[in-house]
């Protein structure tokens, strides 16, 4: 058995040491794709995984969607599924979904997984955790689109969203990376619920993620911290191309942040 064998069998061995049940949550400018590769490692190793798109997003962009149109159609999957048990993971905008669903389907979740993702305080909109610079520029793609999405420049993408990866991957990336409907982003959110629930919740944190400014506005500790008492999961990887170029890694990640 050569070296490359046998660190596949120990990857499998680790991931696979609990058997979970994940839901994975995609966050902004992407859809259920974002997670083909980490889903297929999750699977591969016996694990459930279940990756539903949520309102608005997916083949048909909805402008109009609101936050709350989301988080209903995730919890409608939920009961259709009838899911028990759930790691629930959320990726950067996910945040706020899977902290709004918890109110929902508390009962049905063992563990909340963030995943450089946002956790606003209560009251608070995904855009109100950014400095305000970032937040005017938001600001002014949602006016000028017509139709109030946002759509990220390439640039932008390339250097911050998939800094680690070269330039033919992230264009490949970005390629196919919808248009976000603006609404939900700026949507307040009511989270006294979410913030009083004792679900154990996990923050799992890519050291070389730039999609949030660094501090004293990084995803860790600014968003995690937010969280109260958690586990923290640290890996190497950007924002967005490490799921696809390392899906091993943060199956394995994901796997250690859900378990008990």
């Known amino acids: 058995m050569n070296s490359k064998t046998v660190n596949e069998a120990t990857h499998l061995n680790n991931l696979a040491q609990e058997q979970l049940n994940f839901v994975l949550i995609h966050g902004a400018w992407a859809d259920v ?35 709350d149109d989301i988080i209903q159609s995730v919890v409608n999957y939920f009961t259709e599924q009838n899911l028990q048990h759930i790691v629930l993971v ?8 899977i902290a709004k669903v918890a109110e929902f389907v508390h009962d049905r979740i063992s563990r909340l997984v ?26 002014g793609l949602s006016t000028a689109s ?76 600014a968003q995690s911290s937010n969280l109260g008492m958690y586990r923290l999961i640290v890996s190497d990887g950007d924002h967005v191309s490490t799921v696809h170029t390392h899906p091993d890694i943060i199956a394995e990640k994901l796997v250690e942040a859900g378990r008990d």
């Open 33 to 67: 794709s974002f997670w083909d590769e980490t889903a297929a490692s999750l699977r591969q190793a016996g694990h459930t995984v279940h990756v539903p798109e949520y309102a608005g997003h997916g083949p048909k962009i909805d402008p109009e969607v609101t936050h």
């Open 114 to 139: 963030f995943f450089d993702a946002f956790v606003p305080k209560d009251g608070e909109s995904l855009v109100d955790q950014m400095p305000e610079p970032v937040q005017q520029i938001f600001h």
């Open 90 to 97: 959320g990726h950067s905008f996910g945040g706020t979904i």
């Open 146 to 221: 017509g139709n109030n999405t946002i759509t990220l420049p390439f640039p932008l993408f390339r250097e911050t969203f998939a800094n680690r990866a070269t330039a033919q991957q992230a264009r490949a990336i970005y390629d196919v990376s919808p248009t976000e409907p603006a609404g939900p982003l700026f949507q307040k959110l009511d989270l006294k619920k979410f913030y009083s629930l004792e679900i154990p919740k996990s923050y799992l944190f890519l050291t070389e993620d730039i999609a949030f400014p660094p501090a004293p506005f990084a995803w860790h500790p």
